[in-house]
């Protein structure tokens, strides 16, 4: 028994054979008869040319775990290769306690096999179904930051992290090497990269599988990693991670040398088909999915696919019930220590509330509404600091080098950026073990905080407005692994990944066009309605609400846009709470219609539309004191959408009555007016919606000037009210006229002084608004 | 006159007070008398950290160009220093041939100053307003690859290339050291990367300017150059310049040695304030924005400034007149040779028109419509391999590891791809040189693609659909880069950027859900108009049509989803090209309303959508031959827009007669179904539409049952008419038992064969749809 390589060599034959077993058979698991073209899946799909790798990695991975009983998960970056990851749980047996059917004998296998790419199956890759993953691994790029995000604030944990030569060449796990950087050796765990070189991406050979040796170890020792290099070879893997953990174990002691790294060089397929129909295969990209092609009807191919699996011998492998023999279930890690089973790659199962302070002692204290003005991020991030404080060990705030920028400082006040390069004294607030993570890569921010929430932890992540596009595509994934996870049972819930959206499109003064989008949302509302939310508090107070709202939340991306210049504090904290609970709601106090059916309704989403709408229905209670005029604010912005389509849809009844069916509605929005279209389309009072919004006009100039260029400005809405509500046109004609000209005055006025005139930069309320 | 290291130190103070001018000064340009508020812009923005370093590079890369003859442009990956390139090309003059206004003299200098981040005047950033700049930098990332893009098929070029450190840290730079393992010595030009280490982002430490030098070193020898480290030191930087620039000599004659970099260290903020009320600036972050604050109000900081400026000696710099000494002129190339005038930074005035082979010469023979397949990418690689022969310097296809995945193999007949480290003898198709530019990372296509446009060039980026979304954020820059290009007038319209789309959302079959997002349509279509085109040819012929025209036009992004799996060929080519240019059209064949009103429109836009409404209309010609069924298909999705909304927009009263405006029109659409709400909502007849498409069902299954998922099935589509056609739900309810049963065992056959029935997979013309 025990770890003899011929007990390891067994394991990974087992896990070849299954996974060979997976992408081909429909039957005849164990080849007890001779193999047959119905025994053949009609389809042939999946990945086998990283397979044999991973399963060599996992194979000797468990000694190590056994030995030194060391806590480790494995993230597959070559998610592809699914079968392995499959191959692995079901001789370790948490398959089959995560699916029963799913037995660990004959049986059983033939189920495993058959469902493997299979209409009403698994899907091909690593993915949530798999147990022991938090990793999909199908749009590469993402492995190592998860593994970090995984390892901070997990001391005794080693995450094992497989790095596909393909991935290596994006630009994410480019600059995920780096991570090593804010990595504590106090509060963090260690993540152990482990770079498989098999040559080739899909038809292609890599870049690091073809520069110098010499030019490979100086980048992996450039990004700080002392690296070893192994071939295929159990000795020499099983030696060389029997020095790596030693080295990690003197890193953990105290020791000052670097973090180990495996450099793995490997024929791509290794195992498989030497050469197929006279071309060479193993050791090539051709090995890349399927190798053997058309098996139900080439008998050539079908006698090489039995040669192949006959030459794992599975007679030696398995017993015959189908079962794993004693030598390979002996090499395999018990309970909670199976990478398969371990807790931390089912992190609801570790996740623990926040204990979040009240939000409402952080209130602005509000004694009428759009009076004074607050900076909301700057009030939330004393309620971020309070956060920290009292979750020293499981909350982290992510920012691409924002998070000063984005008013968030208050934090500071209790913890640091996480450091542990050289500092100098005039550095400030950075230090190991620092709760603000900041490297300016949204991609690693974002990847960080995935693998630390799947891992059962809680953060935040703030950024620009604008450049959370660039990781629209991570979005996705996540998001796809939340729907997928909400069907299984076996996934417990984790926390929300919350996204605070700051420096917003309508305040780039520094910045101008290039950093002004607020396309996100349209990204996000894309997804399943079980995953996705979106809030857009115009004040202070709501921001705390709708804050404390979203980091008590499971499973949900929540999107939270709220801008860092002051704007006017509308709420007080009850009204907030109130407000945010409805999710919309009229503002009382700026509408003129007294509960009676309005004339025209004024919304809005978004602090910087709020304003101008406010101000707008300031203009109008002046200057047309009989016009009744209904304001509403959205704060949750998927109240907007039928309640058939969203979870927090508003029912037809209450959307009428609240928007009515037959008035005019202007709707002055923060993002890209076609959004609030695609949400509202079957309202019965949509042909009455003028939205306004972002129409890609801007530059850099002055707020109230960014607005004007983009009609959302309260001139402009006080004129599109005119054009809308029926008989208005003449009667207020002269007023129209006014507010065109206040629109070319204050034109002309940034033009000349370069600023706003007083009256409206401001952002006060504005109870005369021309002069 | 001449480079003395004087007239360099000349130069570079001029700069650096013209750019400081910029950031502060509305007058009193030369400071004539002393400075007084009413000088003072009263809102000061812009970024002093980054400027002073890139105008010591341009003052010293001056020299070599004029001592080399050396053609050469610079990408100020910082580009949030626009102060430093406005300065720089109006110490060239080339400011003054662009904007006549802003002239060489007190009162351009004056003007100069005053529009630098002002309303009215020009962004904070380089933009597409600074002339000699290809490279905007607000969205941090893509300098080198731009870089590279600009060198390719560029042999006598040297694109110098400033890197912050700040950038040095994002995933997509740290991927883009690595292609210079796709240079060709022969034919392309040579990128010189400056990192320019001041050693802090916005308000933080880099990480590495804070390694160890060593491993700073290694990090870039395995890259793969040659470092050489520069203080901010005039003698030590030209001393650099020269062994770089011998080493490029020797690079290009043959000699097998890398080529270099330049490490640049020096203060961020550099000769600005050291230290503002108490705390240090200079050498600091807080250099980065604007390093003294309300010197309006502020007296102390006032003379601080004036102090500041006149540290730089105007008095020695410009003459009485204001215009820059001789000596400072004297070190300024000539003509096309400044860096701010070199025509390879404004693309447009090289480019040439591809030459393009008659496109019609590869079209499928379709004698009759939907009865024979082809798969429409395979049939455009042929048109892409006469292409590339035709233009062997002009055009390069782009994809991320997937030409062969996409089955554009066809142009590896006549190129290969670009390659320049190890070969071994079971590769093909790598060579220097090669047209095909593949590396796994999105990234660096769409930045390669980029630059080489922006140079004047041709090129495609091929993708798979969902992992385009890993550059929505670059696309998104590049469409503002054209929108706001198209507003000047001098710079020269650019080659399209145009993306195809293949291995799309509905036959993932290999990979599953994580593969599964058309949602890159919804980013595209929320820039401007004038700018984005959409294209869904559901045939070969019709993607030929559409290719031909993309690769002609310029100024747009072009968006084509196609298929790579065999789909029915629906048009002859004359045909095609006819149902292209209307954009979207009848298929009278496939219809059955005989040009009078119909009782129900079928509308399709994308391949797979497209062949099963035609399958559907079949079955409703076979089952309800009294139906009146009108069948759409849409390639231009822009054609659904308004006409006041997209320049591609239909005409109401064209849009009416197609689609009427009271029969229920069911489309069948290839993304997520509320874009193409989105788009007609405006339209008379949108009550009545009723849009099936991807709703994020999905996962490893057969191509059938993928499009039973997401209901957009032909016996779906049959179901929704019947509930929609007034008056058809009893007439027809046996046909809709019928069709949820064709449904059912659709779905059972699937999950026991693994394949979908014979009479659906062939994806041919069912004439017989149930058993």
Not at 148 to 177: H, K, M, Q, R
Not at 311 to 337: C, H, K, M, N, Q
Not at 399 to 416: C, H, I, K, M, Y
Request: glycine share 8%; proline share 7%.
């Amino acid at each position: 028994m025990g770890h003899t390589m011929e007990n390891i060599d067994a394991y990974w034959r087992a896990a070849n054979y299954l996974s060979v077993g997976q992408i081909y058979l429909l039957d005849n698991p164990l080849l007890t008869e001779p193999l047959r073209p119905e025994h053949i899946k009609p389809r042939l799909l999946g990945h086998w040319g990283t397979t044999p790798g991973l399963n060599f990695c996992f194979a000797h991975l468990n000694r190590i775990i056994r030995e030194r009983d060391q806590d480790m998960i494995y993230i597959a970056g070559p998610g592809h290769g699914g079968p392995a990851a499959v191959a692995h749980s079901w001789l370790e047996g948490s398959y089959t306690e995560r699916y029963p059917d799913v037995t660990q004998d004959a049986q059983g296998m033939r189920r495993l096999f058959r469902q493997f790419s299979f209409p009403g199956g698994i899907p091909s890759h690593v993915a949530p179904e798999t147990p022991g993953s938090i990793h999909e691994g199908g749009e590469l790029g993402y492995a190592l930051a998860h593994a970090y995000g995984a390892a901070f604030d997990n001391p005794g944990l080693v995450v094992s992290c497989v790095i596909g030569d393909g991935e290596a060449e994006t630009g994410p796990l480019a600059a995920s090497w780096h991570s090593n950087k804010l990595l504590d050796r106090e509060r963090d765990g260690v993540v152990l990269p482990i770079l498989a070189l098999n040559g080739y991406k899909i038809a292609n050979p890599t870049i690091l599988a073809r520069i110098p040796e010499a030019d490979l170890f100086k980048l992996l020792e450039g990004y700080g990693y002392r690296p070893h290099l192994v071939g295929p070879d159990h000795a020499e893997m099983a030696g060389t991670l029997d020095e790596v953990f030693d080295e990690i174990a003197a890193y953990r002691a105290g020791d000052d040398s670097r973090l180990p790294m495996i450099i793995l060089r490997t024929p791509k397929g290794w195992t498989g088909p030497r050469e197929v129909d006279g071309l060479p295969v193993e050791g090539t990209w051709r090995a890349h999915q399927v190798p053997l092609a058309k098996v139900r009807d080439n008998p050539a191919h079908l006698a090489m696919l039995e040669e192949w699996m006959r030459s794992y011998l599975p007679e030696e492998l398995f017993d015959e019930g189908g079962g794993p023999i004693p030598a390979i279930l002996g090499t395999v890690p018990e309970g909670a220590r199976r990478m398969s089973a371990n807790p931390h790659a089912n992190g609801g199962e570790l996740l623990a509330p926040l204990r979040l302070p009240d939000f409402r002692t952080h209130a602005v204290e509000v004694k009428s509404p759009a009076v004074q003005t607050s900076e909301p991020t700057r009030v939330l991030g004393t309620l971020l600091r309070d956060v920290i404080a009292a979750n020293p060990r499981t909350f982290r705030l992510m920012g691409p080098d924002e998070t000063a920028s984005n008013r968030l400082s208050a934090v500071f006040e209790t913890t640091d950026r996480a450091w542990n390069a050289e500092r100098l004294p005039t550095d400030e607030h950075l230090a190991p073990g620092g709760r603000v993570m900041e490297v300016l890569s949204e991609h690693l921010c974002q990847g960080w905080l995935e693998g630390y929430l799947l891992t059962g932890r809680h953060g935040l992540f703030n950024c620009y407005e604008a450049f959370i596009h660039i990781i629209d595509s991570m979005f996705n994934q996540h998001a796809k692994w939340l729907e997928s996870s909400q069907k299984i049972p076996w996934r417990r819930p984790v926390a929300s990944l919350t996204y605070l959206l700051s420096s917003h499109v309508w305040r780039q003064d520094h910045n101008g066009f290039s950093h002004q989008d607020p396309g996100f949302l349209d990204v996000v509302v894309n997804k399943k309605a079980s995953v996705v939310r979106v809030y857009l508090p115009p004040d202070a107070n709501t921001l705390l609400s709708v804050a404390d709202h979203c980091l008590r939340s499971r499973d949900y991306v929540n999107v939270i846009v709220a801008g860092k210049q002051p704007v006017l504090d509308l709420f007080t904290m009850d009204e907030a709470i109130a407000h945010c609970t409805r999710g919309l709601g009229i503002l009382p106090w700026a509408s003129t219609d007294d509960g009676v059916e309005p004339d025209v309704v004024l919304a809005s989403a978004g602090d910087v539309p709020t304003l101008e709408t406010l101000a707008a229905a300031a203009i109008l209670r002046e200057e047309l004191p009989e016009l009744k005029v209904r304001v509403i604010n959205v704060v949750d912005l998927m109240r907007l959408q039928p309640s058939s389509e969203h979870p927090h849809g508003m029912p037809d009844n209450e959307f009428d009555t609240l928007f009515t069916t037959d008035r005019p509605i202007i709707f002055n929005f923060h993002g890209y007016p076609t959004l609030i279209h695609q949400l509202t389309y079957r309202r019965h009072g949509h042909a009455n919606l003028h939205v306004r919004g972002y129409k890609e006009e801007g530059t850099t100039t002055t707020p109230f000037d960014m607005a004007m260029l983009n009609d959302i400005d309260r001139f402009h809405l006080v004129m599109d009210v005119i054009d809308r509500v029926p008989g208005l046109a003449s009667k207020a004609a002269h007023l129209r006229q006014r507010m065109s000209d206040a629109r070319l005055r204050a034109r002309a006025h940034t033009r000349v002084h370069g600023e706003d005139a007083p009256e409206i930069s401001g952002w006060t309320w504005p109870s005369t608004y021309s002069s």
